[in-house]
């Protein structure tokens, strides 16, 4: 049985992360986890930091840690756009330690309300890193 499918492209800062056909995408939202699948309705979603799963054309999984950002689905087309994504086994997990615990002085500082939502943001990421990378068993 063949799967069907949809065009999928995910993009960050750092360039396009995936480009091609996929039988699903399961994206981290605010209120829990939304799979797309092909033929799916029209949707415009935000993205929050966390783990994203994307399953190939054949079936393959492929794990994802991404940022915050958006989806737009329309025409059997996903576009993701995120401000950081990388695979797992990719983290730097002493990198991440080193950025959750800048947050967390940043975050006892008394600043600014944008500074302080920026650390913020800084320590959901490298929470979600260091969370997501150690389901990998990765050191």
């Known amino acids: 049985?063949?799967?069907?499918?949809?065009?999928?492209?995910?993009?960050?800062?750092?360039?396009t992360f995936f480009e091609g056909r996929a039988s699903e995408i399961i994206l981290p939202c605010i209120d829990g986890q939304y799979a797309i699948l092909a033929d799916h309705e029209e949707l415009i979603l935000a993205i929050y930091t966390g783990?994203?799963?994307?399953?190939?054309?054949?079936?393959?999984?492929i794990d994802v840690i991404v940022?915050?950002?958006?989806?737009?689905?329309?025409?059997?087309?996903?576009?993701?756009?995120?401000?950081?994504?990388?695979?797992?086994?990719d983290i730097d997990r002493n990198r991440a330690q080193r950025a959750l615990e800048r947050a967390e002085e940043e975050m006892r500082q008394n600043k600014s309300i944008r500074e302080y939502y920026q650390a913020q943001a800084a320590m959901a990421r490298a929470l979600s890193r260091l969370k997501n990378s150690s389901d990998y068993g990765i050191d």
């Open 1 to 15: 049985m063949e799967r069907k499918t949809f065009r999928l492209q995910v993009m960050s800062i750092n360039g």
């Open 51 to 61: 783990k994203m799963v994307i399953r190939d054309a054949i079936g393959d999984k």
């Open 67 to 89: 940022g915050n950002g958006s989806a737009q689905i329309a025409n059997n087309r996903v576009i993701v756009l995120v401000d950081t994504c990388e695979r797992p086994e």
